[in-house]
C-alpha cells in the first residue's frame, strides 16, 4: 500500500502532492516502511523532513523519577499527555520494557522475544579469511515440503564461521508451490564434494527417507568409513534447548561464532522469536501464520552443534605451521 501511494505522490508532485507519515518508533527487526524512511533520512535523502522526540534512554524502569523525565522529553508540550500515570506503566508487569521504549518513550527498541537482534548479529560479520573449498566443516538442515523453507549451513570447524550453502521459500502468494527435492539433494551432494564435512546434523521431518540416503552415501565416501550425517529431531526438547542456548550464548559473547554477512541467514535469524518450555528456551516464528521465514535460522542452530560434537569426536585438523629443521 505505501509503494503504491508513493508512486502517485511521485507522479504528482508537481501538482502539490506530498506524503506524510506519523508512526510510534519502529522495531529495526520488522523492516517496516517506518525503518526504510528512517534509514532514507540518515542517508541523506533531499527533500524529506523527518522531526522525531525520543526520550532519554531508560535502562532501569523502576527509576520513576528517571522515567517522569523521559516522558516529559518524549511528550513535549503535548500537555494532555497523562504522565504520572504513564510512569506507573513502566512497572506494570503487563508492559514488557520494549514495549514501554517503543511506545511511550519512542525509542527504537526489539521486540521483547526477540532472539538475536540485527545490531548483536552484524558484530560477528567477519569478511576476512573466506570459506575455501577443503575447509573442514559441519552442517545443520532443516526442511519443509510445502509450507515454509528449507535452508543448508555450514560452520567451519576451525572458527565456527557460518555461511547458507541452500535455500529455498515459499513465495507469499504461490500455495501450489512445494521444495524443489532434487535441488536440496544436489546442494547437498555439492557441499560433501567441496569440503571435508566431519558432521551433519538434520531434522528428519518430511525428509526421512533422503536423509536415510544421505547417511549411506556419505559414510560410503567418507575415507575411514565413518558416519557423518546424524538426526537431530528437534522435538527432543532437552537436547534442542542445549543447542539453542549454546548457539545464543556464543553470540552474545562473541567467541568461536561469527558469519560471512548472508542477507537471507541474517534475515532468518533476526526474524526469531523464542518462547518457554519446562526445559528452557526454544525459538520459533513469531506466530504460526507469520511470513517471515526461520529456517536457515534453525539450520544454522544445527550447524552450530554439529560443529561442537565433530570436534567433541576429535575430527578437527589442526593446522600446524611448519617448522624448517637445520642440521
Known sequence: MFETLQRNVDKTMRAGSRAMQTTNAFNPNEDSVAQRTYDSFVKGTAKLLYDCREGQPVEDLTDTEAVYTALKEAYGDSHWAPIEGLVDLATDPLTPNAVFWRF??????ESADNWINKYEWN??????????????IAIGFDGSLRSDSTAIVGCRLRDGKLFLIHLQEKPDHDDDWQVNTFLVDKAMRQARDTYRVEWVCVDPSYWQNLVGVWAL???EM????RDIVFEFPPQQRKKMVASVERFHTAVVLGQEICHDGDKDLARHITNTVTYEVPQGLLITKENP??????????????????RGLAIDDGRMKIRRKARMRTY
Open 123 to 136: 558484530d560477528l560479520l567477519s569478511l576476512d579469511d573466506p570459506i575455501k573449498p577443503g575447509d573442514q
Open 289 to 306: 501464520n507469520s511470513k517471515k521465514k526461520i529456517d536457515a535460522a534453525m539450520a544454522a542452530v544445527l550447524a552450530y552443534e554439529a
Open 217 to 219: 552415501d556419505f559414510k
Open 104 to 109: 511511550y518513550l519512542n525509542q527504537i527498541a
Open 222 to 225: 567418507d575415507r575411514d568409513g
